[in-house]
């Protein structure tokens, strides 16, 4: 410590290392967020202090089986990891790695599900079938990698226009994340579930199969009847009017911004 108090640059070498390292991890944790890659490295987090724990039991077989599994991690992180390390080149290569995005916490709820309910409403009016997936805590990225980012405010005009039939991109789902629509055309995993019924068609095991897998909300409008449906933790709702669909939306979102509000109020209690 006294070396470095007498050496000022070797100081602020050090300060820079400590600065840099700690910002690339930031934006890696900031890349990974939105992605099972999270959820696994949660996992990944937890094994470790279960490991720690066990050394400091002294837990020898118990050590040679973590050191095993430890191994097949470290030989599997490439291929898990996949989608986020070709994030992070395609990022550093555009130049975008670096820049600072800023997360929306207030978003207006009631307004987006409105501007989604028109929408909806008009689509099934003429029966024009569409696919819109609302975006929670789980991250989906992973599932809507073939699509065109869009980052385009909620409105029903845009929600119209993109699965107007004969559209580029009106085959595809749309996804909604943070108060914004973030990206259009995306093509979600198929619900391989043997009880669904064998004539939905391929929006709504999509729905389905996005629902099994994540948190999401996904809303369908049928192209064959206009009928709406929801789609959340792995069951389909259909039959739904816009006004009964309006009103578990609102209560679906209002009560994940409620938790949100609950978790940002004690972090500023800690810091205070």
């Given at each position: 410590?006294?070396?470095l108090a007498s050496d000022p640059i070797r100081l602020l070498v050090n300060?820079?290392?400590?600065?840099?390292?700690?910002?690339?991890?930031?934006?890696?944790?900031?890349?990974?967020?939105?992605?099972?890659?999270?959820?696994?490295?949660?996992?990944?987090?937890?094994?470790?202090?279960?490991?720690?724990?066990?050394?400091?039991?002294?837990?020898?077989?118990?050590?040679?089986?973590?050191?095993?599994?430890?191994?097949?991690?470290?030989?599997?992180?490439?291929?898990?990891?996949?989608?986020?390390?070709?994030?992070?080149?395609?990022?550093?290569?555009?130049?975008?790695?670096?820049?600072?995005?800023?997360?929306?916490?207030?978003?207006?709820?009631?307004?987006?599900?409105?501007?989604?309910?028109t929408a909806v409403e008009e689509l099934s009016r003429f029966r024009i079938?569409?696919?819109?997936?609302?975006?929670?805590?789980?991250?989906?990225?992973?599932?809507?990698?073939?699509?065109?980012?869009?980052?385009?405010?909620?409105?029903?005009?845009?929600?119209?226009?993109?699965?107007?039939?004969?559209?580029?991109?009106?085959?595809?789902?749309?996804?909604?994340?943070?108060g914004r629509i973030r990206r259009a055309g995306a093509f979600l995993p198929?619900?391989?579930?043997?009880?669904?019924?064998?004539?939905?068609?391929?929006?709504?095991?999509?729905?389905?199969?996005?629902?099994?897998?994540?948190?999401?909300?996904?809303?369908?409008?049928?192209?064959?009847?206009?009928?709406?449906?929801?789609?959340?933790?792995?069951?389909?709702?259909?039959?739904?009017?816009?006004?009964?669909?309006?009103?578990?939306?609102?209560?679906?979102?209002?009560?994940?911004?409620?938790?949100?509000?609950?978790?940002?109020?004690?972090?500023?209690?800690?810091?205070?």
């Amino acid at each position: 410590m006294a070396a470095l108090a007498s050496d000022p640059i070797r100081l602020l070498v050090n300060l820079g290392d400590i600065i840099i390292v700690s910002y690339v991890c930031y934006r890696l944790l900031l890349l990974i967020r939105g992605t099972r890659a999270e959820q696994l490295l949660k996992g990944l987090i937890i094994l470790l202090g279960f490991s720690a724990v066990s050394r400091w039991m002294g837990f020898s077989a118990v050590n040679w089986l973590i050191n095993k599994v430890w191994t097949g991690i470290f030989i599997a992180l490439p291929v898990v990891f996949q989608p986020e390390l070709r994030r992070a080149l395609e990022q550093l290569g555009r130049g975008s790695f670096f820049s600072h995005r800023m997360m929306d916490r207030t978003p207006d709820i009631e307004r987006h599900v409105e501007e989604v309910i028109t929408a909806v409403e008009e689509l099934s009016r003429f029966r024009i079938g569409a696919l819109i997936v609302w975006r929670r805590e789980t991250g989906i990225d992973d599932y809507s990698e073939i699509g065109i980012d869009v980052d385009a405010a909620i409105s029903s005009e845009l929600l119209i226009n993109i699965f107007t039939p004969n559209t580029p991109l009106h085959d595809g789902a749309v996804i909604i994340s943070q108060g914004r629509i973030r990206r259009a055309g995306a093509f979600l995993p198929l619900s391989d579930n043997p009880n669904l019924e064998k004539n939905l068609g391929t929006r709504h095991r999509a729905a389905v199969g996005i629902s099994e897998v994540s948190d999401a909300l996904a809303i369908v409008v049928s192209e064959e009847t206009g009928g709406l449906a929801l789609a959340r933790e792995g069951t389909l709702t259909r039959g739904l009017d816009s006004r009964a669909l309006k009103a578990i939306l609102l209560q679906e979102l209002r009560d994940q911004y409620s938790r949100k509000q609950i978790i940002w109020r004690k972090r500023e209690d800690k810091h205070e």
